[in-house]
C-alpha cells in the first residue's frame, strides 16, 4: 500500500484542543499527547503512514473544523539534508550561482527550477555556568609578586571568580534563506553573518546592507508563484516573520518548507479550501 501523509491546512491548528480531541477519538492516545504533536508537526501531522489510517486521521480533523489532507508521500518527497553556500551570485539571467565548495566552480540552480525562497531565523543557544565575582587581589602580596616573572604573570592576569553552578544560556540569532530547487532536488541554506557578498556587491564585505541587497536580487529573479516569495517580501519590509520561520533545528525548518510546498501544489491543482 502507498505510504501516505497528513497535511494540515492551517498550523498551528485555529483550535488546537478541538483538533487533538479528534485525533484521541480517531487514534487514541492522551490529550496532552495529541496536542504536543499538534503544536510541533510543522504541518505535516503524520507521514509513511497506511492510506486508510491517514484518511481516517484527516477525516476526523476535517470533521472538527480543522482541515487536513490525506496525501500521497511520493507527492512531495521529504527534503535531502541542506549544503551551506559560501556565496551566492544572482547576476545570471539563467542561473543563481551557488557556491557551495572551498574551491571548483558554483553550483548553477536553474531560475525556473527554484521552488522554494524562504527566508527563517536560525537560532542558536550558547549555554556557560556562571562565576562569582572576583575577589579583590592583595596589593601588598602584588607588590611583592611582581619581583617574579610567575608574579608578573599573575598581576597580569584577569582575576575571575569561582563558578557557581548555575547555567546561564543565551540565544543568538542570524538571518538566512532556504532555497529549495528541481533536476535533480537540492536544498541550499545561506546565512546572512557567514555569507561573502561579493559577488553581488562588488566588494567582499558583510553586513544587513548587503544582505538585503541580495534578497531583493532573488526576488526579483525568481517567479511569482515561488513559495516563500511573500515572506521574503516582508523581510524586505523589515517586517517580522512568523514564529514558525524561527528554528533551531534543519529538520524544522525542512519540514516547515515540505508543507509549504504541499499547499502549493494542493491551491495550483485547486484542492485546497
Known amino acids: 500500500m502507498t505510504p501516505h501523509l497528513v497535511a494540515l491546512s ?43 489510517l491517514a484518511q481516517a486521521m484527516a ?7 480543522c482541515p487536513a489532507w490525506a496525501l500521497p508521500a511520493a507527492a512531495i518527497p521529504a527534503l535531502p539534508r541542506p549544503v551551506t553556500a559560501r556565496s551566492l551570485d544572482a547576476r545570471d539571467a539563467e542561473h ?45 602580596t602584588t607588590a611583592f609578586d ?9 598581576l597580569l592576569k584577569k582575576p ?22 528541481l533536476q535533480p532536488l537540492r536544498r541550499i541554506h545561506a546565512f546572512a553573518n557567514r555569507m561573502d557578498h561579493g559577488p553581488l556587491a562588488g566588494r567582499g564585505l558583510q553586513g544587513a546592507d548587503n ?25 524586505l519590509r523589515a517586517e517580522p516573520l512568523p514564529a514558525s520561520l524561527t528554528v533551531q533545528d534543519q529538520n524544522d525548518l525542512g519540514r516547515t518548507t515540505r508543507w509549504l510546498l504541499i499547499l502549493a501544489t494542493l491551491e495550483k491543482r485547486g484542492q485546497r479550501a
Open 59 to 65: 477525516a476526523a480533523l476535517l470533521a472538527a473544523h
Open 211 to 235: 544582505w538585503k541587497l541580495l534578497l531583493q536580487a532573488l526576488h526579483d529573479r525568481t517567479r511569482l508563484e515561488t513559495v516563500g516569495r511573500a515572506w521574503l517580501e516582508a523581510e
Open 96 to 140: 543563481l550561482k551557488a557556491q557551495v565548495h572551498f574551491s571548483g566552480p558554483p553550483e548553477l540552480l536553474a531560475w525556473r527550477h527554484i521552488v522554494a525562497l524562504l527566508p527563517a531565523r536560525w537560532q542558536v543557544t550558547q549555554v556557560a555556568e556562571e562565576r562569582a565575582p572576583a575577589k579583590r587581589q592583595n596589593f601588598a
Open 160 to 181: 575571575s571568580g569561582d563558578k557557581t553552578g548555575k547555567r546561564i544560556e543565551s540565544v543568538q540569532s542570524d538571518a538566512m534563506l532556504e532555497i529549495v530547487a
Open 10 to 52: 492551517q498550523f498551528p491548528p485555529q483550535d488546537l484542543a478541538a483538533a487533538a480531541r479528534a485525533l484521541v477519538t480517531c487514534c487514541g492516545g492522551t490529550l496532552g499527547d495529541r496536542t504536543v504533536q499538534l503544536r510541533r508537526c510543522r504541518g505535516i501531522l503524520a507521514d509513511n503512514l497506511p492510506q486508510d
Open 146 to 154: 611582581v619581583a617574579t616573572t610567575g608574579g608578573m604573570r599573575t
